[in-house]
Every structure is written in C-alpha cells, then in structure tokens.
C-alpha cells in the first residue's frame, strides 16, 4: 500500500451506534489530520496530531474522539452522532511544518458517512 | 486574518478549450501555495505547489500556476482540457509552521 489508505470508504450508521474510522499512511510523515466536508461547506479542519499528541482541536463536538496509537495510524471514533454529521470525512498526513516539514498535506480517499 | 478566495464556484470549459481558474490569498507572510483536485467521491490529490523561486510552478496532469505576488495571485491554467478534468478544484495557503487554509473550491465542467 502507497500513500494515505482509510478504512470504510462507506459507513451508515445509526444515531445510537458506536463506530469508529481508520486512518493509515505510508509516507512515513509524523503529522497526521481529521477532516469534514459537508456539501455546500469548506474543508474543515478537525483534528491534528504532530508526533502523536494533539496538537488541534478546532472546537469539535465530544461525540468525535480522534486516536493516534503511533505516526502512522489515526482513528476517529463515533458515538451518538446526528444526521447533520453526514459527510466526507477526509484524513491527510504530512511532515510537521514546524520541525522543518513543508507543510505539503497528502490526502486520503475519505470515509462516506451517512447518519440516519 | 488569512483567507484564500476562489471567486468562481462552476466553471464550464468546452473539451480541448484552454481553462483557467482563479485564486486570491490574504497572507501576512510569505505564502505557501497549493492546488488539489477532487474527483467525486474521492480524497483531495495534489496538482502543484510553491515554496520559492520560479514563479511559474508545473504541476501533474499538464497544470500549471502562476505566482503574482503584487496581485496576491496563483490561478491554475491548462492548455488544453480533457473530459477527465472534470472535478472540483481547491487552492489553498499556508506558511512553514501553520495550517493549511482551503478555498471553497471550484466546481470545472466540461463540454463535449
């Protein structure tokens, strides 16, 4: 596997449902991120993860929980979602700008989430 | 506070026609610059971007972007387009130790 993988490519789930997306990159980058994009809106920024701490967190509800077990894998965990999360969920890695990376964010193919 | 503008949200091309799409940025510093495509359904792939040096950055897929710093300017052109063209379009921003800002992205149709 080259580049950015995510796991689903489709999800429907239920508002009660526990479920979580998987995030993988083989680029071998130490920055990794979460985002939404919902029809109609920008590219919004999530979460991001530098060397596997958070380092942002752009006011997201409690009921999305990111993971990152190491460098190369992220995890956004779901519960209790509302239809209006419905979207794209993208996730993207890159070197961290601020140990020297440039800042070039290579994404992945995103997980098509549909909250009934 | 920075922002990156697309001013055309469609844009529809005849196949073969030469095309080019627009992006303005405000940024205090000296910007990073990028543009991704976004097939349906899919994640964002990088076309080009520019750091420094030449102002005229070539890209994949036969792209190309200008930087016009006094404009605060990178449109992204191309020659010739081909049907498999068609998708949406995101300039984006950034410095060596921020984020990355997307612009709301340019939906290209194009005509056979």
């Known amino acids: 596997e080259t580049g950015v993988t995510q796991t689903p490519r489709h999800l429907v789930m239920g508002m009660t449902n526990k479920k979580s997306l998987k995030c993988e990159q083989h680029l071998g980058h130490n920055a990794m991120y979460w985002y939404k994009q919902s029809a109609k809106k920008p590219l919004e920024l999530m979460f991001v993860y530098s060397l596997e701490e958070r380092v942002e967190n752009n006011s997201v509800p409690s009921r999305f929980s990111p993971e990152c077990p190491n460098s190369s894998h992220l995890f956004l965990h779901l519960h209790t979602l509302q239809p209006e999360d419905s979207a794209l969920y993208l996730c993207?890695?890159?070197?961290?700008?601020?140990?020297?990376?440039?800042?070039?964010?290579?994404f992945g193919p995103g997980t098509r989430l549909t909250v009934l | 506070a920075q922002s990156v503008t697309q001013p055309d949200i469609h844009i529809t091309v005849s196949e073969g026609a030469s095309l080019e799409l627009r992006c303005n940025y405000s940024?205090?510093?000296?910007?990073?610059l990028f543009w991704y495509v976004q097939s349906p359904g899919q994640g964002l792939q990088l076309l080009l971007k520019y750091f420094s040096g030449d102002t005229l950055v070539q890209g994949i897929k036969g792209f190309e972007a200008e930087f016009k710093r006094s404009q605060s300017s990178f449109n992204l052109r191309k020659p010739s387009v081909h049907w498999s063209d068609a998708a949406e379009y995101f300039c984006?921003?950034?410095?060596?130790?921020?984020?990355?800002?997307f612009g709301k992205g340019t939906r290209l149709h194009i005509l056979p």
């Open positions: 940024y205090g510093a000296t910007p990073y």
């Open positions: 984006a921003v950034s410095n060596r130790d921020d984020k990355i800002i």
């Open positions: 993207a890695s890159s070197q961290d700008p601020r140990a020297g990376g440039r800042n070039t964010q290579y």
